[in-house]
């Protein structure tokens, strides 16, 4: 169950608004030319749909939340939970909750809530980025751990949503993203291979072709390469993810989607 449990974590990528907006297709407005902004804010969610060799899996949601603090910073919650299908849930049952806190005006972590539950196994810990002394502080398993960080790093979900802000996307351009995840500084590397239009039950989208390249194992996703359509326009919503593996492939599809109008993104001042 391997792979199940590969492609549940994959799906965890992902500022005030009066109203949130169902998405189609039809809808997504064109990008603005201002390059600084944030591909997301809090009222956005997106519900995916999980597959393995076509047979149904269970379900993500990624979802940011209100506005809050951390340490005196203002922060966005982004809350990620996956599960199994009852089917699936027979054999390995995967009931997952994770939490990232990230930065309103650098748009880097500040802490990161896990709470996973895999068959019989049980993983709790709690990771606290320091951002001023470059330091991060692990609680797990009644041990506390510290850690030297890059500047600004991104944490195995928060890396997503930096990655879809970014100001602009060119086709054969590499982004890279300095992660902590397993205790360790890893670069996270996203391509921009092309743009495509693809078709899903939620109609046609005009995207951006994005490889990620994983040199690390954890919560985003065991090592290996996977492969993201992203909405081409100012919210860059991953709407169908694919990953090859030894025997067939694993997909999740964008099912429902309730998104705000993107907002600008203020310089950090995290010296």
Known sequence: MKTLRFFLFLVLFSFPFSSHVTLLASEIPPARAESTHFAYGPGERLVYKLSYLGVPAGSAVMEVLKKSSVRGRSVYPVLSTVKSNKFVSVFYPVRDRIETFIDVEGGYSHRIEVKQRQGRKKRDKVIDF???????????????????????????????????????????????????????????????????????????????????????????????????????????IPVLIKTKIKIGSITAVLESSESPTPTYQAKANIQ
């Open 130 to 236: 320091d951002q001023v002394l470059h330091r991060a502080t692990q609680f797990k398993n009644d041990k506390i751990e510290t850690f030297q960080i890059p500047p600004k790093v991104q944490d195995s979900l928060s890396s997503l949503y930096h990655f879809r802000s970014q100001a602009v996307f060119e086709v054969g351009k590499s982004t890279f993203i300095d992660v902590h995840e397993s205790n360790k500084n890893w670069e996270l590397e996203i391509k921009v291979l092309n743009r495509e239009t693809i078709t899903t039950t939620l109609g046609t989208f005009n995207t951006f072709k994005v490889k990620a390249y994983v040199r690390y194992e954890g919560i985003f996703m065991d090592k290996g390469d996977v492969t993201l359509w992203l909405t081409d326009d100012e919210r860059r």
